[in-house]
């Protein structure tokens, strides 16, 4: 039996669960996963409040608790340094670690605008202009990093800590069907392919469809 414990909320709508799985199964790290009910506090706070602050997805190993994704994702590399959770090279571990802490707290609008979904596809979605900037800039970001270290992934030929992060972005361009240039599309593709997002939206899938309602400014 795993002696690690993951907490995580809905697998259709929630993007800081998805993160905090994949960190773990990159690390390689067995879990126990924990689903918390869709009327939990905490769980609301984050599908309504869309913020990383809250206690879900929270990892409980050999006695330390935590519960931030980035918090999370320190500690598994700390843990297993050998697992290329970040890239081997100071330069790209620094970029790496810049664009995860970049999606990890900003965004605001392209997280109200197009909140994960990963059971809908719409052929045409209206997007609030103001999530526009924050769309290119992801596809800025994506860009440079595909560019500077060769792809497929954004810090060359294995996952990291980075694709993790950027995952549920990748999920939010295909459930709206946002229009990106063809880097910014290979990417998606190479992430919505990827054997872990495969295995959680096959999961996702299982899921019942009724949730609360969500009084926000989706």
Known sequence: M????LTLSS???????LRGWLLCR??????????VALDDPDNRAELL??????????????????????????????????????????????????????????????RSALPMNLKVRHDRF???????????????????????????WLFGASPTVADAMFAPVVQRFLTYAVAVNP?????????????????WIDAARQEPDEMIELETEF
């Not at 795993?2 to 414990?5: L, N, R, V």
């Not at 697998?11 to 669960?17: A, H, I, L, N």
């Not at 990159?26 to 689903?35: I, Q, S």
């Not at 880097?183 to 295995?199: D, F, G, H, K």
Request: hydrophobic share 40%; charged share 20%; proline share 6%.
């Open 183 to 199: 880097t910014s599309a290979a990417y998606c593709e190479t992430v919505n392919e990827w054997t872990l997002m495969r295995e």
């Open 26 to 35: 990159l690390a390689g790290l067995t879990v126990r996963e924990k689903m």
């Open 49 to 110: 409040l869309l913020s990383p602050s809250v206690l879900v997805p929270r990892l409980t190993h050999e006695g330390a608790s935590v519960w931030d994704t980035l918090a999370i994702a320190e500690y598994l590399h700390e843990l297993y340094p050998d697992r290329g959770m970040y890239p081997a090279d100071r330069i790209a571990r620094a970029h790496c670690r810049s664009v995860s802490g970049e999606i990890h707290s900003g965004f605001i609008n392209l």
């Open 2 to 5: 795993a002696d690690a414990q």
């Open 126 to 152: 209206p997007i609030f202009p103001g999530a526009r900037p924050d769309i290119e800039r992801v596809e800025t970001i994506w860009a440079e990093c595909l560019s500077d270290y060769g792809g497929p």
């Open 11 to 17: 697998r259709t709508y929630s993007s800081w669960s």
